[in-house]
């Protein structure tokens, strides 16, 4: 089961856009577009940010946006606030054996 | 709200078992299927195992397989996590949480830490 690959750091100054991607193999994305981001702030929880590729969760701001191409998912963030600063992972579903991938981790510094 | 509280963690020896538990309310729970994740410190999410809403299904990661068992007791809205012949690498942060759709972990409990010593 291989992670899904993620650059370890992004930044950005407050109000810019920046953009996470998030590279597999077919095998990790199936032919489905079941990925998901995770917004993770220091000893919390994951919370939920994007689902099924680029549908977001009640609560969560339309600054956030998801896509997909081929085997590489994005999670674009953009009018960056200081309270976006967090490591971020995506997660995808891989079918009925492995279920379940996640990347290593994003972390976003917000400059 | 959806809640859900994990515990029984602790410091362990390694080749001991423990337990696990997660604590669900406010939602339906034996209409989800569940997951338990982990974070060893420092570290990134790695998922652990998923049970399907009924039991019926179980899928693990290779790295606890054939060690940890996921259950599920639906009439106390309560999900497990048995771990057998733990390792000082089984040491981490972890995390219960709902299926929904499929593939997407929607709630998340805020954890129970648990340390393998040598």
């Known amino acids: 089961q291989s992670a899904l690959t993620q650059p370890a750091s992004v930044s950005g100054s407050p109000g810019q856009s920046i953009t996470i991607s998030c590279t597999g193999t077919?095998?990790?994305?199936?032919?489905?577009?079941?990925v998901s981001w995770y917004q993770q702030h220091p000893g919390k929880a994951p919370k939920l940010m994007i689902y099924?590729?680029?549908k977001r969760p009640s609560g969560v701001s339309n600054r956030f946006s998801g896509s997909k191409s081929g085997n590489t998912a994005s999670l674009t963030i953009s009018g960056l606030q200081a309270e976006d600063e967090a490591d971020y992972y995506c997660?995808?579903?891989?079918?009925?054996?492995?279920?379940?991938?996640f990347g290593g981790g994003t972390k976003l510094t917000v400059l | 709200q959806v809640q859900l509280v994990e515990s029984g963690g602790g410091v362990v020896q390694s080749g001991r078992s423990l337990r696990l538990s997660c604590a669900a309310s406010?939602?339906?729970?034996?209409?989800?299927?569940m997951h338990w994740v982990r974070q060893a410190p420092g570290k990134g999410l790695e998922w652990v195992a998923l049970i399907w809403y009924d039991g019926s299904n179980k899928y693990y990661a290779d790295s606890v397989k054939g060690r940890f068992t996921i259950s599920r007791d639906n009439s106390k809205n309560t999900l497990y996590l048995q771990m057998n012949s733990l390792r000082a690498e089984d040491t981490a942060v972890y995390y219960c949480a709902t299926e929904h759709p499929t593939g997407t972990l929607e709630s998340w409990g805020h954890g129970t830490l648990v340390t393998v010593s040598s």
């Open positions: 406010g939602f339906t729970f034996r209409s989800y299927g």
């Open positions: 077919s095998s990790d994305f199936g032919s489905y577009n079941l």
């Open positions: 099924e590729g680029s």
């Open positions: 997660c995808s579903y891989a079918g009925s054996s492995t279920f379940v991938v």
